[in-house]
């Protein structure tokens, strides 16, 4: 029997984000299947920065796009952010450890075909477009989701 995890990724911070990406980076490595849904705040993890775009937005959803985190690398910590000065101590602190970024997590889950999701409520709601996320990111429902989820052996909430 096959085995199945799934993650919802709620939270925008890069640490939490890290966490998420490492579990289903060595699920993969494990054989297990993995997809991740990400709904609000998670969504900023999957916006490419090289595909923002203004236009065909309201008012409130172009300032909200602009002072939004466009992508990994510029999401906050969830503790001790210090106006970025505790972000930039613990990306220190993994260089001098020899641990990749973000971003290489995120490329890795990507490459060893972990499914993302991107909750269409959410993604609607926030105005964001398909098109400014990378390319992996299928846009479904909550139902979808669910479905989904009921199928997996683990449910994680981050």
């Not at 008012?59 to 505790?86: D, H």
């Not at 959410?122 to 398909?130: L, P």
Request: charged share 30%.
């Amino acid at each position: 029997m096959s085995k199945k995890l799934n993650i919802l990724m709620f939270s925008g911070e890069y640490d939490k984000a890290l966490a998420a990406l490492i579990l289903a980076n060595t699920a993969r490595e494990m054989e297990v299947e993995v997809t991740m849904f990400f709904a609000f705040w998670g969504l900023l993890l999957l916006r490419d920065p090289g595909k923002m775009t203004l236009e065909d937005k309201t008012t409130f959803e172009k300032m909200f796009g602009i002072v939004t985190p466009k992508g990994p690398e510029e999401l906050p910590l969830s503790r001790m952010n210090m106006g970025g000065l505790g972000e930039r101590m613990l990306l220190k602190m993994m260089q001098d450890d020899k641990v990749p970024p973000l971003t290489a997590f995120l490329d890795g889950a990507r490459k060893k075909g972990v499914k993302f999701y991107g909750c269409k409520l959410s993604v609607d709601v926030m105005g964001f477009k398909r098109e400014e996320f990378i390319p992996e990111v299928e846009i479904i429902t909550a139902e979808e989701y669910l479905k989904d989820a009921l199928e997996s052996n683990m449910q994680l909430f981050i």
